[in-house]
């Protein structure tokens, strides 16, 4: 079972990380799955930092416009949304590199949603971290021309 999950993860990879948002159901549906650990739906593996980062982006929103990417931030342990991440942000502007005036930090509301909006990018670095869980790291979103975007993440709990 778990090589099929491994195969489906990665077809999934592979067809680009633009998820559409997940159905809505109510907390006593979604219990059963999450307490299965099926939480699924969202990037959970960490790529390497990219040397571009520099830490310290300002918290804002937006930064350019033609792009906008929204997400959820949720806890791999059980699918709760984390309130309060810290979603830091670089797109790679054609031409452009990572300009000062693109980078940002957004925060996570209570339901985990954060939204960023920037001129069209190439793709958008991103490092994601929140108090009790380990940070992660992607360069693997690419919107191909697209408006708008989806990248949901999913954070693993910090070993203590």
Not at 81 to 105: C, F, N, S, Y
Not at 145 to 152: E, H, K, N, Q
């Amino acid at each position: 079972m778990r090589p099929l999950l491994v195969l489906l993860l990665a077809a999934a990879l592979a067809a680009g990380c633009d998820r559409a948002a997940p159905p809505a159901t109510s907390p006593a549906a979604s219990a059963p799955a999450a307490a299965a650990g099926a939480c699924a739906g969202g990037y959970e593996e960490p790529d390497t930092l990219s040397p571009t980062y520099r830490p310290g982006a300002p918290v804002r929103s937006v930064v350019g416009k033609g792009h906008v990417l929204t997400g959820t931030v949720r806890s791999r342990r059980d699918c709760a949304p984390v309130a309060g991440a810290r979603v830091e942000l670089w797109p790679e502007i054609a031409g452009k590199g990572h300009p000062d005036a693109q980078r940002a930090t957004v925060l996570t509301d209570a339901g985990g949603r954060y939204r960023f909006q920037s001129d069209p990018p190439e793709h958008i670095h991103m490092l994601v971290s929140a108090e009790g869980f380990e940070p992660l790291a992607s360069n693997r979103y690419h919107p191909e021309g697209r408006a708008s975007g989806r990248f949901d993440v999913l954070l693993t709990p910090a070993r203590s």
